[in-house]
């Protein structure tokens, strides 16, 4: 009698827990029917936080730390980028592709649709 409550609140418990699951990953699934491109450049030199947060890789605290990196200092190189804490080359490599020192940041997030 023990053993079969037992295994009925184990068989329970793995169909709650797998349920779970399941149900997150079809929640994903939904959601992911638009993908977004990165159209544009962005100028390091004065771009906002909130613009720079839409290269990949660039998160709040990264911004915030490229801005008052500038602040002492003007970037005269892409590269120069590395020296923020948390950019190292291959991240560097990612991102260097959105990035430029003169001009009108431009960079914007393009929907594209999600087909598969």
Excluded at 8 to 35: E, I, N
Excluded at 62 to 68: C, P, S, Y
Excluded at 73 to 92: A, C
């Amino acid at each position: 009698m023990k053993m079969r409550i037992f295994c009925s609140l184990v068989v329970l418990f793995s169909v709650l827990v797998g349920g779970f699951h399941f149900s997150s990953v079809k929640a994903k699934r939904k959601a992911g029917k638009h993908r977004w491109k990165i159209s544009g450049k962005l100028n390091i030199n004065n771009a906002s936080t909130k613009k720079m947060v839409i290269i990949p890789g660039i998160g709040r605290k990264k911004a915030a730390a490229i801005v008052k990196y500038r602040q002492k200092r003007k970037f005269s190189k892409l590269n120069q980028i590395k020296r923020i804490k948390g950019i190292g080359n291959k991240l560097f490599a990612k991102m260097k592709k959105f990035l430029k020192l003169k001009g009108k940041s431009d960079i914007r997030r393009v929907k594209v649709k999600y087909t598969k």
